[in-house]
């Protein structure tokens, strides 16, 4: 387990060592799960985001996602969400909300059980394609893909988790934050988490963690405090 953690701080230490803090965000949800079937869920979330530091931004977001499980190690699933924040184009839109689109297919693998890790480390592996449509912006192609591992301890409480992901866009474009243009493209962040999941029982669990966003480009690297709590109905309700 030290060995473990020990290589996962040398990782973060590597990736951001180049760059500047930027913002402090903080995510903070609640969602619910419910199983239609032993193979197919559906899982609802509502979500707000707000930067910390500057105390300027804030977004909303509703998300709605359905899994099916092909077999113990194999899942696939659709995503949707919507997402409203305050309007940067007030002044040309005449609206002080602005809202965007975001449409998802994935794939999950969890191959623990074939590489007989399943007893001290679970392995999840997910990619998935994503579209994201903006309004004063061009629409957005992304390819995501993550790497989990949850070492497998006694604690029935506690469950550690750390994640990488990267995201690769297809398009680049351009954006202007106060008097710099910034371009995004091709494999422009890369996300590293650490955190832990607290399954008080089988219905309520409670997550924490802390994400780096590195951007890859002369953006600062943004530091985020998520919060989430989930709850996964019983057939009866």
Known sequence: MRVLFSIILSVLMCGTSYGQFGSVYNRT???????????WSVEAEVQGRWNLTEKLYSKSLFTLESKYAINKSIKVGLLYRNSWQTNDYALIDGKKQMTSQRFAFGLQLEPSEWLKTDKFLAIQLSSKIQFESFKFKRDQWYWRNKLTLKPQLKSKLIKPFVSGELFYRTNQYFFLSGDDFFTEGLMNEVRYTIGTDLDFNSSNTFTVGLMLRDYRTTRNTDMLINLSYLHTFGKKK
């Open 29 to 39: 949800s609640i969602g619910g799960k419910y199983a239609i079937t032993k193979k």
